[in-house]
């Protein structure tokens, strides 16, 4: 069971282990964890690295590389003995890259700011191992701020029929803009479905004809000229030539 810190509770994770499940919940910052993980020795983080990157949302930028560590924790400690829960706690560190977080020491001298994000699970995969399949939870967390970005923002309405064609029609939306990314530039195979839709669909553009044929006027020195034009060729662009 995987899920972020709102599910973070005693009670959702007593549930878990009746029913013999696994959990992976991302811990909440409280004083306990912000403690536990200030104890982490420098020598105990691993460094990882992502084969794609990793959208931090807390920074707002990618992250193709972080730290790794891990620490026996025990939770709820302020509900008594019997409520307490012990397990892993596994943090991931990602160096924050914004200057202006940037913290000076006593004698002045810079050193790098971290984004510690903590995992609380009793999986039974090694560290780095664990890390990864909790992160797997955050892809679909990005899918659903997409959507709400998008089509979802526009969810509920007062029918349930409504509801269920619109939501069939926001998920075909969402996977034909992710194709047009892919085929469009890597930064947009990348790039969230609104920075798609501004830079290669809502494009101001004039159908005008010339000798019998339609041509699409684009804007000049449109900065992603060249992305729309490979998506245009990968759309609509001759077949391949078979192979003789």
Request: glycine share 4%; hydrophobic share 50%.
């Amino acid at each position: 069971m995987r899920a972020d810190s709102a599910y973070y509770g005693r009670e959702v994770i007593a549930a878990a282990r009746r029913g013999g499940a696994r959990f992976s919940i991302t811990a909440r910052q409280d004083a306990a964890v912000k403690r536990a993980i200030a104890g982490i020795s420098e020598d105990a983080w691993t460094t990882i690295r992502y084969p794609h990157a990793v959208f931090d949302e807390q920074l707002q930028q990618w992250a193709s590389d972080a730290q790794v560590a891990e620490v026996p924790f025990t939770a709820f400690t302020s509900r008594g003995k019997k409520n307490q829960i012990t397990a892993r706690l596994i943090v991931r560190r990602v160096r924050d890259q914004n200057p202006e977080h940037v913290v000076a020491d006593a004698q002045g001298e810079l050193f790098a700011a971290w984004r510690h994000h903590a995992v609380f699970t009793n999986s039974p995969l090694m560290m780095v191992q664990a890390e990864a399949d909790h992160r797997r939870h955050s892809i679909i967390e990005q899918v659903i701020a997409d959507l709400k970005g998008g089509p979802l923002a526009h969810l509920p309405s007062g029918k349930f029929n409504a509801n269920g064609a619109w939501l069939a029609l926001a998920a075909m939306a969402f996977n034909l803009t992710r194709a047009a990314g892919a085929l469009a530039s890597l930064f947009h195979a990348r790039a969230t479905t609104a920075t798609i839709r501004r830079q290669l669909i809502n494009i101001p553009a004039r159908p005008v004809r010339s000798a019998r044929r339609i041509h699409l006027r684009l804007p000049t020195n449109w900065p992603w000229a060249d992305a729309w034009l490979d998506l245009f060729s990968a759309a609509l662009g001759p077949p391949p030539a078979a192979a003789a």
